[in-house]
């Protein structure tokens, strides 16, 4: 019953969310280090602030004890990025995060990490499936928790200071502190009002906090950085008169930002900021990933200085190893997630934050002033962003139709070509482009689409969506 979708495993509390899969879980990375010898060098778990994180992550501490394998325990609910950052910084082969990311309140669920810090790709779940399917219930024991703290086999760790302080290095500091910005953040309920604060009060930014507060169900909102969801945020920075407002997911790996006139940026939009920054004021060099569903501005960007832009499927591993591939100077997702290089190898709405404050102090311009000049460079274009729930019978009528037959209306503009790389996405002729695919983490069907205005993006959606009966 645990399979692993592009975020990790995520499922529902009390459903598959229970004591016994979870520590089934962690049997088998037991068993998978131990196969592949790195038991000696431990594991790493943090946890979010959601129903149950705590709990989870000590039921596969005792896992790890009774089978002899350290396990350095973050005791503070913490940003993802931060156990990517010290699995990567300490050389763990493995580390795990128990999160649901930015699902629903209902759910919860376990990230895995390798080498490196890297999410893991598809060859690593499957043998950690494998080792899931092979493994008997009835031979995952634990010990006491406070027998493997008193063993020495579990150790509670918080290497928050030492995430902050490379993030902090990694950003113009002084400049922050010159331009006395003022910034609104809303860690919507989860785990980056800490993380945020620090860095944000060492700048000497003046800083004001909402949905700051502990709460499991996330204000009874879903805990994803969106439109509907910054509302009050939104509001606040226009109260307020802020330079800016910065929110996060639930367990802070994504990013979304409220400009200084009250308006949402699109994940999309806040990935051409800072590729636009980090190369024409920063004066890096290097390509740009994305994903098949974000923004083909950044391609524009990319020939504008004289690079290129790399599509790679969804899924933030495809991401980090294309830029690795590439030495690309920032990669990133139309959910809100990206990463810059030199960085950690995934998502991480902290160091992004940091970023866009940087480069609010660094130009001194406002962020609608530079979105705005980016605009006059390349163009403006619109994305259209729809999610359809479905049968199973549904879902494979809309499978076969796609991805069996290949078969698609007619949208009324030439199409260029046609990619099933990642679902099904139509490349037309004139720059727009249409893609429809399954989400690895929830049952939806989600149509993305780019054209030169918000009318003809509908149009073409809508098209898609009658030829499919949703």
């Known amino acids: 019953m645990i399979k692993f979708g592009t975020g990790g495993w995520r499922a529902v509390i009390g459903d598959e969310f ?60 913490s940003p993802t990025p931060l156990i990517m950052f010290y699995v990567m ?17 209902l759910y919860n669920g376990i990230k895995v990490f390798t080498e490196g810090g ?73 785990v980056s009002e800490a993380s945020l604060s620090t860095i944000l009060y060492t700048s000497r930014c003046e800083v004001i906090k909402i949905h700051d507060n502990h709460d499991t169900l996330f204000g009874r909102k879903l805990p994803a950085p ?56 920063k004066g890096w060099h290097g390509p740009v990933v994305r994903n098949i569903a974000t923004t083909h501005a950044l391609d524009r960007l990319a020939e504008k200085f004289g690079e290129k832009c790399y599509e790679v499927p969804v899924g933030f591993k495809y991401i980090s190893a294309k830029m690795n591939e590439t030495d690309a100077v920032i990669g990133g997702e139309s959910s809100g997630g990206l990463t810059v290089r030199g ?39 619109c994305m259209t962003e729809n999610n359809y729930r479905f049968s199973p019978d549904k879902k494979e009528t809309i499978r076969k139709i796609l991805m069996e037959e290949r078969r698609l209306p007619d949208f009324g503009i030439e199409v260029d070509r046609v990619s099933y790389m990642d679902g099904c996405k139509v490349y037309f002729k004139n720059g727009s482009w249409v893609v429809a695919r399954f989400s690895g983490t929830e049952p939806l069907l989600r149509i993305f689409c780019e054209a030169s205005d918000n009318e003809e993006a509908t149009r073409i959606t809508k098209l898609l969506e009658q030829f499919l009966s949703l």
């Open 89 to 105: 910084k300490h050389g763990f082969p493995y580390g795990m995060m128990i999160t649901a990311s930015h699902n629903p309140s």
């Open 118 to 190: 890297r999410d893991a790709d598809e060859v690593q779940t499957s043998e950690i499936e494998r080792y899931i399917a092979e493994t008997p219930p009835e031979e995952v024991w634990d010990m006491p928790y406070e027998e493997g703290i008193k063993n020495g086999l579990i150790k509670e760790i918080y290497p928050l200071n030492e995430y902050l302080d490379n993030i902090l290095a990694a950003i113009n500091v002084e400049a922050i502190k010159e331009a006395r910005l003022k910034v609104c953040i809303d860690p919507l309920f989860g």
């Open 18 to 77: 229970i004591k016994s899969n979870i520590q089934l879980l962690a049997k088998a990375m037991c068993r998978k280090m131990k196969a592949e010898g790195v038991e000696d060098r431990g594991m790493v778990i943090g946890y979010d602030r959601r129903f149950l994180s705590k709990e989870a992550m000590q039921w596969c501490a005792m896992v790890f004890a009774k089978e002899g394998i350290k396990t350095y325990l973050v005791n503070k609910s």
């Open 226 to 281: 969106s439109a509907d969801t910054l509302r009050d945020l939104q509001n606040k920075v226009l109260d307020t008169g802020s330079d800016i407002g910065l929110a996060t997911d639930g367990d802070a790996d994504r990013i979304g930002v409220i400009d200084d006139k009250g308006r949402f940026l699109h994940p999309n939009d806040i990935l051409v900021l800072l590729y636009y920054y980090l190369v024409k004021f």
């Open 343 to 381: 960085h950690i190898k995934g998502k991480d709405g902290v160091y992004a934050a940091a970023l866009l404050v940087e480069m609010i102090a660094v130009t001194g311009k406002k962020i609608s002033e530079i979105y705005e000049d980016i605009e006059k460079e390349c163009g403006k274009i």
